[in-house]
T-cell receptor, first 115, second 109 residues
Framework: NAGVMQNPRHLVRRRGQEARLRCSPM?????VYWYRQLPEEGLKFMVY????????ESGMPKERFSAEFPKEGPSILRIQQVVRGDSAAYFC?????????????FGPGTRLTVT | GENVEQHPSTLSVQEGDSAVIKCTYS??????FPWYKQELGKRPQLIID?????GEKKDQRIAVTLNKTAKHFSLHITETQPEDSAVYFC????????FGKGTLLTVNP
């Protein structure tokens, strides 16, 4: 039973480039959440998606950031024109399915470094 | 929106002692309170959770208590072991998780 998968695990981008982060939820889960973690800080909510729908994007910066969860394939968090302040660990979590919509299980994260 | 405060930020105990981490939340609509353990460079792992209709829940050496009136909940770890050393995060949920800033627990052998 595969858990939440994220790739890549590490991503290095130069300022101004695009970063594309992927998340495959646990089998049977239909809810995906993205969180950002800065060094030695807690996790900050960014966006909550269900298949083909953005439910809540209140934690996501209005510019340069976008997220999707298509009918087929992984959820994508896209950061355009990255800046040094975007360097962080990005975690996705999933919930739902036969268990509970409450319990969120996290992927291993993508560590983004902007040089 | 929801605001979660977590204390202490660091906690050092001797192996075999108990550890207690406390959190408060602000939004009375929050109805689910999980605790996550995160080791350095790893993903947060759900270790225990409690829903708002329950006052206490226990799983082996770990217990969580919830006081809805006072809007606070606590994590209790008994008989601590060195492998319990990690950062622990509390969270509160209406439908999305709001996390506390974490507690670095160090268990000294």
């Amino acid at each position: 039973n595969a858990g939440v998968m994220q790739n890549p695990r590490h991503l290095v981008r130069r300022r101004g480039q695009e970063a594309r982060l992927r998340c495959s939820p646990m089998k049977g889960h239909s809810h995906v959440y993205w969180y950002r973690q800065l060094p030695e800080e807690g996790l900050k909510f960014m966006v909550y998606l269900q298949k083909e729908n953005i439910i809540d994007e209140s934690g996501m910066p209005k510019e340069r950031f976008s997220a999707e969860f298509p009918k087929e394939g992984p959820s994508i968090l896209r950061i355009q024109q990255v800046v040094r302040g975007d360097s962080a660990a990005y975690f996705c979590a999933s919930s739902g399915g036969a268990g509970s919509v409450y319990e969120q299980y996290f992927g291993p994260g993508t560590r983004l470094t902007v040089t | 929106g929801e605001n979660v405060e977590q204390h202490p930020s660091t906690l050092s105990v001797q192996e075999g002692d108990s550890a207690v981490i406390k959190c408060t939340y602000s939004d009375s609509a929050s109805n689910y309170f999980p605790w996550y353990k995160q080791e350095l460079g790893k993903r947060p792992q759900l270790i225990i959770d409690i829903r708002s209709n329950v006052g206490e829940k226990k799983d082996q050496r770990i217990a969580v208590t919830l006081n809805k009136t006072a809007k606070h909940f606590s994590l209790h770890i008994t008989e601590t072991q060195p492998e319990d050393s990690a950062v622990y995060f509390c969270a509160a949920r209406d439908y999305k998780l709001t996390f506390g800033k974490g507690t670095l627990l160090t268990v000294n052998p």
